[in-house]
């Protein structure tokens, strides 16, 4: 069941599986993968003020003079994906993660603005600094980097932070998951808790984009990783289905999205030149596997193949001939939407990991119409909460 926003979820907090962070144990590490013996290092942010929750980063400057490469970085983010590192250097403060920057006219000043603390000196941890030597974080949850550009610091505050961020183009799809989730809708977006199987609670964002298209779609999912943080993003929504392929009502969970639009235009006519998105596996898979035996049987679960495509491109499509056209240079299409590419490719360039539930609501011909939105919004809305529950967005 859904825990609503704001009630019920202090008392499930110490359900959700956590572990401790040693972090004079882990700088130690650190020190010899940047290959600095003599390390020194700051904390700074929620941790160092301790103020943070268990979601939050462990904000660390490491004052350098030479580039740490990307082998470095990675080894860095395997070590311990909760800490951010900035390296400083002349009053700038560069993320490790997304090359993010916090500046000022020195270091001196840069570590006053941010209020940093010592804990590190020349290779050697401070025995005063012992309060904030073990940080406790989720166990189960991996933590998004700090995204650019960092707002005074005051981005991403942890009131924002979420495990999964949703997105919808319409208001009707944005209703129907709050519905579904138990929590209350608010402009533009509301935070939920909903507890999984094993009485585990995940904060779920979702974003109300109130717009179609995947330019705007790809830039109000860029705005809101960066602001939630969030490992996962899920469009919701609904679709017109290819008849063949897919029915009314349909749920469908693509493996690939193919953005139809591109093509190159010559004197002997247009050139298809289609792009593709990937979706996450994980889910995908968790999904087909399913326990979906005791929901209603008044839609269909269609988790798509490999090879099986939704369409994706910047019209409303009512028109069969239009349909079949492109249902012809892409024999395994199962719909079409207008949305599913742009947050793809957001989530991609974030390095997220991204999922497409749509609906089938209509068949994108002559008979389109609305009267089968508010049940493919509804049965949506349904699946991606079952899929909460079940544990599929576990890593």
Known sequence: MGIRAGTGVRGHRDLVPKRQVDLQE??????????????????????????GSSRSDIDLLVPLEHRVDEFQARELWALEPY?????????????????????????????NLVGAQEVF???SWRDHSQLLRYHTVLA???????????????????????????????????HAIVDALGGFRMAPSSLVDVCDSGDSPWRVRIVNMAEMGSVGAALKTQDAIRRTKAEHVVL???????PGRAEMLDVVIPKSVLYYESKKVTGSGDQSAPETCECDDSVRNRAALGAWRSEPDDYHLKVLADGELLACGEKVVSADGFRDDIAKAHRKLAGIDMESYGVLRAARAAGRKATVIKSVCDMADEEKSDAKHTEACSAAARVLHRLIVSGAFRP
């Open 83 to 111: 800490l951010d590192i900035f390296i400083l250097d002349r009053g700038i403060a560069t993320s490790l993660i997304n090359e993010s920057q916090i500046r000022a006219d020195s270091d001196a000043d840069l570590i």
């Open 26 to 51: 882990v700088l130690l590490e650190v020190s010899e993968i940047l290959g600095v013996p003599d390390i020194t290092v700051y904390i700074f942010g929620s941790r160092k003020d301790r103020t």
């Open 121 to 123: 000196v020349e290779g």
């Open 236 to 242: 919701v929504g609904i679709c017109a289905g290819i």
């Open 140 to 174: 189960e949850r991996s933590p998004a980097a700090t995204c650019a550009p960092l707002y005074d610091l005051t981005d991403a505050i942890p009131a924002e932070r979420a495990d999964i961020l949703v997105m919808t183009a319409l208001t009707e799809e944005y």
